[in-house]
């Protein structure tokens, strides 16, 4: 799947969530107690006696008739991240422990190839580049490049900057403060 289509994709999951109060995967379990077994008995029911849309059953639906395993956890999609990049490991979790001191708001939410980090809306992610390289996403807006702080340039079109990470040292305080006004401004 494109990055495009990858990015719609969990944006709808994202919303589907936020909008019903339950997750995909809620819904999921919801629908297959339901005992429906046809993906349009499926979608019917979602939308008759839950108000979906169609484009929302249709997903649900979708997701119901696969296995169990296409449900990954949070835990799953970042341990498959750092498979095989496992030096990478403590880049990421020392990331993760600065933006959990920002506040209550922020909001970790990973992806299949990234983590996600939301506040009222994404101020940053955190990708395993290549085995020796994790790359910083954030979104700073109008600020200047300089040093290691590099425009985003085609490593993703969701954040301004890069910042490229090969061990923990380099989470400093100068990072963290990219961090945290990247946070701020969300």
């Known amino acids: ?15 589907l969530e936020k909008n019903s ?8 379990a919801i629908v297959r107690a339901s005992g429906l077994a046809k993906h349009g008995e499926m979608v019917k029911y979602l939308k008759t006696e839950h ?9 649900v639906a979708i997701k119901a008739r696969e296995t169990d395993a296409s449900l990954p956890t949070s835990d799953d999609l970042v341990e498959n ?13 020392a990331l993760i422990e ?7 708001d922020v909001e970790i939410s990973p992806k299949k190839a990234y983590v996600s ?19 910083l996403g954030l979104n700073l807006g109008d600020v ?26 380099e989470v400093n305080d100068e990072l963290i403060d990219w961090l945290r006004q990247a946070y701020e401004a969300a």
Do not use: C
């Open 21 to 28: 109060g339950k997750s995909l995967a809620e819904w999921v």
């Open 117 to 135: 980090l939301r506040r009222s809306k994404q101020f940053g992610l955190i990708q395993p580049a290549t085995k020796t390289r994790l790359d």
């Open 51 to 59: 108000g979906f849309t169609h484009g929302y059953a249709n997903m």
């Open 144 to 169: 200047a490049a300089g040093g290691r702080l590099e425009p985003s340039g085609s490593f993703n079109s969701m954040v301004s900057h890069r910042v490229r990470l090969g061990h923990t040292g």
């Open 1 to 15: 799947m494109s990055d495009k289509l990858e990015a719609a994709a969990q944006t709808m999951i994202d919303n």
């Open 98 to 104: 600065a933006v959990a001191r920002f506040g209550d």
């Open 81 to 93: 991240q750092y498979r095989g990049k496992e030096e990478l490991r403590p880049i990421y979790d």
